[in-house]
C-alpha cells in the first residue's frame, strides 16, 4: 500500500487493486482565511493527474477544507465512485451529486466492505451535532496486507473501533486546532492566551490517546494546521509559539511523540509517499530534506513569500463579497422563525438572545419568544460582531450551516455573558428543517436527566461517573487531571474536582466525589 499526502487531510492511496482519493483541498476555504500549510499549489504535475482519475473518491464531511467542492467540480472524473459514510441525513450524497457525481456506494457505520478482490474499507462516523450537523467520520483501509486509518480530524469516541480491524501500518490523524475559539472572543489577552494554550494541550493529549490505541507502524500528521495569509489574520499562524493561535505544526506534535517515546512520526508535506509492504516502511518525500523542512524551520519566511504569490488572489476575492444592502431583518425573520418554532428545547437551552452587530445594522435573536427582530435595546447574553458583507452573503446562498459557511472564517468577534453555550452553535449548524429537526432531537435527548446508576471509575484519588457530560467519552481514556480539574481531553472541556462543576458550561455536571 502507498499513501502520498495532498496537503491537509487530503491523501491519495494506492493499493494493488485500486488508488482512492481522500479529502483532496487545494481552494482556500472560508471566505479566503484558511489555506492549506504547507502550501499544496505546485503538486507535481503526474501526482495531479492520477487524483482525477481514481477508482474512489472519499469525503469525510462537509466542512470546506475537505469538501473542496470547485476543485472536485473541475477536477475529478464524475464517474468515479464515491464511499459514502453512513450519515443521519444524504446531505453529502446531494452536495456531490450536484457537482455532477453519479456512483456512490453507501456504508454502514464500522462494518467492513469488499469493494474486490479483498479490497476492504470501514468508515466510522461520529453523528453529533458538534461534529457538524452531517456529521465527521474516519476511514480504515485494507489490501489484504497492509492497513491504513485515516482519521482526519473524527474524534472517535471508541478508540478500540478503529484497530478493531487488525493491525495498523500508517496512522493518518489531526493534532492541531480547526476552530475559531478562543482567538475571537472578548477578553483580556492574559485570559485568551491561557485559553489558546489549554486548547492546544487538550488537542495534543487526545491524538496522543489516538496514536496510543492504534499502535501503528507509522505516525502521519495531518488534517491541519492551516495558515493563514491575509493580513487581518496573519497573527493567528503559530510561528514563534507567542502568538494567540491553536494552531502548532507537525514539528510541535512529533516532538511531542519523541516525549513519550514514539519517534514513528513523519514529518510530511505534500506529495510525500509512505509505502509500506509485509517487511518494509518506506518515505520518499518529493524534494530534498532541507526544502523538506523550510515551512517549519524558516515559517515566518515560507509564509510571507505564499502570501505574497497568493495576494492578487486575495485581493479579487475580497472584491467578490457583496456590498449591496438587503432587508436582512425581513429575510432572516421569514427563514429563521419557521426554525425557531420548531425547537423549543434548543431555544431555552440556549436562554438569552443574540445579537448579529454588522455595523450599519444591528439583528436581535429572541431565542426564548423564537423571533428575530432589529435590535432595539433588547437584553441579549451573546454578541457576534461580523462585516454586513460576509453575512450578506452566507443569506444570498442560503447557507444552511453558518458554522461552516461563515464562522471558521475567523472574520468576526464574540463575546457572551457566561459560560459557553454549545446549543447556540447548533442553532447556526442547523438551518434548516431537516438539520434542525435533528438539532432539537438532540437537544432533547441531552437534557433529560442522566441515570444515576452511570458506571462509575476511579482516576487520580476519585471516583466518577465514567461517561463526560459534553459528548459522553470514556473518561478512564480521555479524563486526565490537571491541577485541580478534570480534563476530557476528547474535546478539551473541564470540571472541578471539588464539585464537579463544569468550566465550559452551566449545564454539564460531572458526578465526583474523592476516593475514600
Avoid at 290 to 318: G, N, S, T
Avoid at 381 to 404: C, G, H, M, P, Y
Avoid at 425 to 454: D, T
Wanted: charged fraction near 25%; proline fraction near 5%.
Amino acid at each position: 500500500m502507498r499513501a502520498t499526502s495532498l496537503g491537509h487531510a487530503g491523501i491519495l492511496v494506492h493499493t494493488r487493486q485500486a488508488s482512492i482519493v481522500c479529502d483532496p483541498w487545494f481552494e482556500p476555504a472560508f471566505f479566503g482565511s484558511w489555506f492549506p500549510f504547507p502550501r499544496n499549489d505546485k503538486l507535481d504535475l503526474e501526482l495531479l493527474e492520477n487524483l482525477e482519475h481514481p477508482s474512489y473518491l472519499y469525503i469525510s464531511h462537509q466542512h470546506g477544507d475537505h469538501l473542496d467542492e470547485t476543485w472536485l467540480a473541475s477536477h475529478i472524473d464524475k464517474s468515479t465512485q464515491v464511499l459514502l459514510p453512513d450519515f443521519a441525513t444524504r446531505e453529502l450524497e446531494r452536495q456531490l451529486s450536484r457537482l455532477g457525481f453519479t456512483h456512490f456506494i453507501r456504508t454502514r457505520d464500522g462494518e467492513e466492505l469488499d469493494l474486490g478482490d479483498n479490497l476492504r474499507i470501514a468508515i466510522h462516523v461520529e453523528s453529533a451535532i458538534t461534529d457538524g450537523p452531517g456529521g465527521d467520520s474516519a476511514i480504515v483501509i485494507s489490501d489484504g496486507e497492509s492497513r491504513l486509518v485515516n482519521q482526519n480530524d473524527c474524534r472517535t469516541r471508541d478508540l478500540a473501533a478503529l484497530r478493531s480491524h487488525g493491525p495498523v501500518d500508517m496512522h493518518w490523524l489531526q493534532f492541531s486546532g480547526a476552530i475559531w475559539y478562543p482567538m475571537v472572543y472578548e477578553d483580556s489577552p492574559e485570559n485568551l492566551m491561557a485559553l489558546a494554550r489549554a486548547k492546544v494541550e487538550s488537542q495534543f493529549s487526545r491524538a496522543l490517546h489516538y496514536v496510543s490505541a492504534l499502535d501503528a507502524q507509522i505516525v502521519m500528521p495531518s488534517a491541519g494546521p492551516p495558515c493563514f495569509l491575509d493580513a487581518e489574520l496573519f497573527g493567528f499562524n503559530m510561528i514563534t509559539g507567542d502568538e494567540l493561535s491553536i494552531f502548532p505544526d507537525q514539528t510541535k506534535f512529533i516532538a511531542r511523540l519523541l516525549g513519550v517515546g514514539n519517534d514513528r512520526g513523519v514529518l510530511n508535506i505534500p506529495g510525500t509517499m509512505v509505502e509500506v509492504t509485509a517487511d518494509s516502511v518506506r518515505v520518499v518525500h518529493p524534494t530534498t530534506d532541507e526544502i523538506v523542512r523550510e515551512p517549519f524551520d524558516d515559517k515566518a519566511a515560507y509564509l510571507r513569500a505564499y502570501q505574497a504569490d497568493w495576494a492578487p488572489w486575495l485581493i479579487r476575492h475580497r472584491a467578490s463579497w457583496p456590498t449591496a444592502r438587503t432587508d436582512l431583518v425581513a429575510t432572516l425573520r421569514a427563514w429563521w422563525r419557521p426554525l425557531l418554532t420548531m425547537a423549543p428545547t434548543l431555544r431555552q437551552l440556549i436562554g438569552g438572545g443574540c445579537v448579529l452587530d454588522l455595523g450599519d445594522l444591528k439583528i436581535h435573536i429572541d431565542f426564548l419568544n423564537g423571533e428575530v427582530d432589529a435590535y432595539d435595546d433588547q437584553p441579549f447574553s451573546f454578541r457576534f460582531t461580523i462585516q454586513r458583507e460576509l453575512v450578506e452573503a452566507v443569506v444570498a446562498a442560503k447557507a444552511i450551516d453558518w458554522s461552516n459557511s461563515l464562522l471558521l472564517s475567523c472574520r468576526f468577534r464574540a463575546w457572551r455573558d457566561g459560560e459557553f453555550n454549545e446549543y447556540l452553535y447548533n442553532f447556526f449548524k442547523s438551518l434548516s428543517v431537516e438539520r434542525m429537526r435533528r438539532a432539537e432531537a438532540e437537544a432533547i435527548r441531552r437534557s433529560s436527566p442522566q441515570p444515576e446508576s452511570q458506571e462509575e471509575i476511579e482516576l487520580g484519588g476519585y471516583v466518577m461517573q465514567r461517561q463526560c457530560p459534553h459528548r459522553q467519552a470514556d473518561l478512564s481514556v480521555f479524563g486526565e487531571i490537571h491541577g485541580d480539574q478534570l480534563v476530557c481531553t476528547l474535546h478539551g472541556w473541564r470540571f472541578k474536582l471539588a464539585d464537579g462543576s463544569c468550566l465550559n458550561a452551566q449545564d454539564r455536571h460531572l458526578r465526583i466525589r474523592p476516593k475514600t
